[in-house]
């Protein structure tokens, strides 16, 4: 199981989600290891003065960002967009070895699309995210997905491979969320997906971390370790850990952001979008690394597109039938 933490600044996929739970406010916080000491991520005041030694005010922090920063013609890669905001020695401190291990690629050869995942701070705040909406559900994901198809229109099919499905169950439209290349039988080649392992640890102590996540952007095999405590708020005498091992192996969670696999999805995508009636949505169908929230906002936009045509001219008269949603 990963770590997913809510957060969003969509207010209508937060009230869409409150429909089928409570929440327990918590905000995400994370320290890198780095050089034997454990500093806030993303880089803020403190991380540099603690990497660097020194006690720059976060006036002089942009100086300091300006006079370390590498000027680059062109900001293509994930690296150019580090170095040429924080310069190399944090660059190669906090995100080198994570990426290397996280992608299995050096990020000169990522593109710069994701690293606004990880922005910068000049003040001190440490939370990880600081959209409007930061929440876990109550009483779990699990409660909350068990809630969710509880409909009576909804039917519910596990460990079904659609393909044995989708002729006889007579659907109006069908919604694929699993890898657009399997969908199209990897007509084009295989569409690289990163994956994580994850090792399980229980401890007998109540706590081990002082956050919800440790990074390790260093020589250790595990990108992160999370303790779930800090998630939950729930007090144990003992401690529930999480390791993630990054792998090409198992299942596919990240599409991994580079030119040429965007030039592969878009093969794809010009298949998916001569199917009619078939709407891709998720991470692994749009080929986006995106989170939780963005994927529910494209599911709900998705939902209202289908409804809208169902409205209009075209779509009057012909029957709704049912809407086939196959993940992965
Ligand atoms: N990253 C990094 N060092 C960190 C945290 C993140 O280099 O301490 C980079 C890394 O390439 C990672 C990306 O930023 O894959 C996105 O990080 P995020 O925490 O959003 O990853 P996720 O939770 O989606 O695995």
């Excluded at 199209?184 to 919800?212: I, M, N, W």
């Amino acid at each position: 199981m990963a770590p997913n933490i809510f957060q969003t600044n969509f207010s209508e996929v937060y009230s869409y989600l409150s429909q089928f739970t409570r929440w327990r406010p918590y905000q995400h916080r994370v320290l890198a290891n780095v050089d034997g000491q454990l500093v806030p991520i993303p880089i803020n005041l403190d991380t540099v003065n603690r990497l660097c030694g020194m006690s720059l005010t976060a006036f002089q922090l942009e100086a300091f960002f300006a006079s370390v920063a590498e000027s680059k013609d062109a900001v293509l890669t994930s690296e150019d967009v580090v170095v040429s905001k924080v310069g190399r020695d944090l660059y190669n401190k906090l995100f080198r070895g994570y990426a290397r291990k996280q992608w299995g690629l050096d990020p000169s050869e990522l593109d710069s699309s994701f690293t606004a995942r990880v922005p910068t701070r000049t003040n001190r705040d440490d939370r990880y995210f600081t959209n409007r909406y930061q929440a876990m559900p109550f009483c779990g994901y699990t409660r909350m997905f068990e809630q969710m198809p509880s409909h009576p229109y909804i039917k519910l099919m596990l460990n079904t491979d659609y393909r044995e499905v989708a002729n006889p169950v007579p659907w109006g439209h069908l919604v694929p969320s699993g890898p657009i290349d399997a969908f199209c039988d990897y007509r084009y080649g295989k569409l690289p997906y990163r994956s994580l392992r994850f090792e399980h640890v229980t401890l007998p102590q109540a706590s081990f971390q002082a956050v919800g996540a440790v990074n390790y952007p260093n020589d250790d095999a595990y990108t992160r370790i999370t303790e779930f405590k800090h998630l939950t708020g729930q007090p144990h005498s003992q401690t529930w850990l999480v390791y993630a091992y990054p792998t090409d192996a198992g299942d596919p969670r990240y599409p991994v952001p580079r030119a040429k696999n965007q030039a592969l999805y878009k093969k794809y995508l010009a298949e998916a979008d001569a199917l009619e009636h078939v709407t891709f949505v998720g991470r692994l169908a749009t080929y986006r690394y995106y989170n939780m929230d963005q994927v529910l906002a494209q599911a709900l936009a998705a939902f209202e597109k289908i409804q809208a045509w169902h409205a209009s001219d075209a779509g009057k008269g012909v029957a709704n039938g049912a809407a086939l949603v196959v993940a992965a």
